[in-house]
Nanobody, 123 residues
Framework: VQLQASGGGSVQAGGSLRLSCAAS????????MGWFRQAPGKEREFVAS????????TYADSLKGRFTISRDNAENTVFLQMNSLRPEDTAVYYC?????????????????WGQGTQVTVSS
């Protein structure tokens, strides 16, 4: 599967962005999908994941209540709605696909990665 992330940009603190990740190739609904982010000088970290049917989501504890992951299997797209953005949310955001049925928060659990989209939040 090929993944293409989009929707990043520059916003002020308190603003919102909606990231999209379009998939092509194998059947999108057969993958658990995840979002990760990587700030300069830091390791890539888990943001959120969603099961194949979209019925269950997992979030990094620090992001609960501000970020929402969703998917549209008919459109082969996964989304990340980000609200109340903070400067510390500044990072490159990556979408990823995992074969199998279980959600996962580890970078190594995901099999396919998109190219990343930059999110910059200014104070």
């Amino acid at each position: 599967v090929q993944l293409q992330a989009s929707g990043g940009g520059s916003v002020q603190a308190g603003g919102s962005l909606r990231l999209s990740c379009a998939a092509s190739g194998r059947t999108f609904s057969s993958y658990v999908m995840g979002w990760f982010r990587q700030a300069p000088g830091k390791e890539r970290e888990f943001v959120a994941s969603i099961t194949r049917g979209g019925g269950s989501m997992t979030y990094a504890d620090s992001l609960k209540g501000r970020f929402t992951i969703s998917r549209d299997n008919a459109e082969n797209t996964v989304f990340l709605q980000m609200n109340s953005l903070r400067p510390e949310d500044t990072a490159v955001y990556y979408c990823a696909a995992r074969e199998g049925a279980l959600r996962a928060a580890s970078v190594t659990a995901y099999d396919y990665w998109g190219q990343g989209t930059q999110v910059t939040v200014s104070s």
